[in-house]
């Protein structure tokens, strides 16, 4: 059973930034595909970004491309997500998650999920 703790959710004003991480448990980290998913108040669970194991290969929800960027270090066991200009409307508890296949998009190809950390954006 893989567990991930996310870390460095919080407050910020808008226009700021924040950098999300999440440690993994798994010595096999490397053979997951991993990504972020967010949730707002009264909405569904959505992709954010994605990562391949190696970490050669990224891909973004089309709301976050050219300001958030994925990141994995697997030598340390640990899923980055740097956000940067951010706006009220990425309030949400973001998700970190892993899966097999690259090219995670949806919640049911994930077989691992993190608790969850609060990034909240004040305008």
């Known amino acids: 059973q893989v567990q991930l703790v996310e870390s460095g959710g919080g407050l910020v004003q808008a226009g700021g930034s924040l950098r999300l991480s999440c440690a993994a448990s798994?010595?096999?980290?490397?053979?997951?595909?991993m990504a972020w998913f967010r949730q707002a108040p009264g909405k569904e669970r959505e992709f954010v970004a994605g990562i391949s194991g190696s970490g050669g290969k990224t891909y973004y929800a089309d709301s976050v491309k050219g300001r958030f960027t994925i990141s994995r270090d697997n030598a340390k066991n640990t899923l980055y997500l740097q956000m940067n200009s951010l706006k009220p409307e990425d309030t949400a508890v973001y998700y970190c998650?892993?899966?097999?296949?690259?090219?995670?998009?949806?919640?049911?190809?994930?077989?691992?999920w993190g608790q969850g950390t609060q990034v909240t954006v004040s305008s």
């Open positions: 998650a892993a899966g097999r296949l690259y090219g995670l998009r949806r919640s049911s190809e994930i077989e691992h």
């Open positions: 798994e010595r096999a980290f490397n053979f997951y595909a």
